[in-house]
Nanobody, 122 residues
Framework: GVRLVESGGGSVQAGGSLRLSCTSS????????MAWFRQAPGKEREGVAH???????LYSDSVKGRFTISRDNDKKFLYLQMDSLQSEDTATYYC????????????????WGQGTQVTVSS
């Protein structure tokens, strides 16, 4: 399996920004399909953004234009830049990996980190 560790969560006012980071062990997983999911209290976990081996990206409609997923293969980090944050973005954010080339939010083989809390106050 893979061990994923997220960082960068915190509390911010509406309209603010945060950047989440994720590292993987083994570190080569970052070069393949990676994603960010989130889960708000009382709701199911949902896909936020994913990036495949060729750096093609996909975003959920709720974050499109505000969030950016990227990775630094040299430093072996996955990022999620979150701008124009809204109270509806409050959730625990999870880094996820499959080790596959292509991505699918519905894949049954996602492996998860422990999550990092993001709280947006209005």
């Amino acid at each position: 399996g893979v061990r994923l560790v997220e960082s960068g969560g915190g509390s911010v006012q509406a309209g603010g920004s945060l950047r989440l980071s994720c590292t993987s062990s083994p570190d080569y997983y970052v070069k393949y399909c990676m994603a960010w999911f989130r889960q708000a209290p009382g709701k199911e976990r949902e896909g936020v953004a994913h990036i495949d081996q060729w750096s093609n990206t996909l975003y959920s409609d709720s974050v499109k234009g505000r969030f950016t997923i990227s990775r630094d293969n040299d430093k072996k980090f996955l990022y999620l830049q979150m701008d124009s944050l809204q109270s509806e973005d409050t959730a625990t954010y999870y880094c996820a990996a499959t080790g596959e080339s292509r991505c699918d939010f519905g894949s049954p083989i996602w492996q998860w980190g422990q999550g990092t809390q993001v709280t947006v106050s209005s």
